[in-house]
């Protein structure tokens, strides 16, 4: 194990042009086993700044802080989401698979995307032997934006006038700009959730991603 940690600080050290003491060195390498080679080297790659073991331990901390963050936010809005569009699909429909039914052979004539047609397929399945409750508290963020994505413009708009009274409509009142949203939160999500490394999203040439973020700590 260390042999190859030590291979993975060596590369560190000559990719990033890092100052390490030798005491330095063992404290880099316990970083190393527990972040990962690949976390380490995409902080450096968008920290140029930082040469030292103490620099990069402050922005972890940072970076910490900020994934934390993220976290609360996500859960407040998946949370919201699944409330608000459950409410409102009731609202709208009396049944929602006598909705999707028709849909779904719509998407089949027109070609959809297979990946969408199968998720509304399984929702639609589900729905035998649930209760539109217990489907909606099931489904991904993934399934509840190719659902949202299938309803009426009417359904849509709603949901999202009440997503912006508790502040969770990815500041827009656009339905298509929300949902180019709703796909930038997944990947920022789904990148969080997995601990996967984040600072491309966090970097101000990644303005898209960036705002994103921001909208997503704003929640907190």
């Not at 990069?56 to 859960?75: C, H």
Request: proline share 1%.
């Amino acid at each position: 194990m260390k042999s190859i940690l030590n291979k993975q600080l060596n590369l560190l050290i000559q990719e990033h042009y890092l100052i390490i003491e030798e005491e330095g060195k063992e404290e880099l390498l316990k970083i190393l086993l527990e972040y990962g080679y690949y976390s380490i080297s995409q902080l450096l790659t968008y920290h140029p700044e930082i040469e030292t073991v103490s620099q990069i331990k402050d922005q972890l901390s940072q970076l910490n802080y900020i994934m934390t963050q993220l976290i609360q936010g996500i859960i407040q809005f998946e949370s919201h989401l699944k409330s608000i569009m459950t409410n409102v699909i009731m609202i709208h429909y009396d049944s929602l698979q006598n909705y999707l039914t028709p849909k779904i052979k719509n998407y089949k004539k027109q070609n959809k995307k297979k990946s969408e047609i199968n998720i509304l397929i399984s929702i639609n399945s589900r729905l035998n032997n649930q209760s539109l409750y217990e489907v909606m508290n099931q489904l991904t963020l993934s399934e509840l934006f190719v659902l949202y994505k299938s309803l009426d413009v009417e359904v849509q708009n709603g949901i999202l006038h009440i997503l912006s009274i508790f502040n969770c409509h990815l500041d827009t009142s656009n339905i298509d700009t929300f949902m180019i949203r709703f796909k930038q939160f997944i990947t920022i999500r789904n990148r969080v959730m997995h601990n996967n490394s984040i600072e491309d999203l966090l970097s101000y040439k990644n303005f898209q991603y960036n705002k994103i973020i921001q909208i997503i700590l704003s929640f907190i």
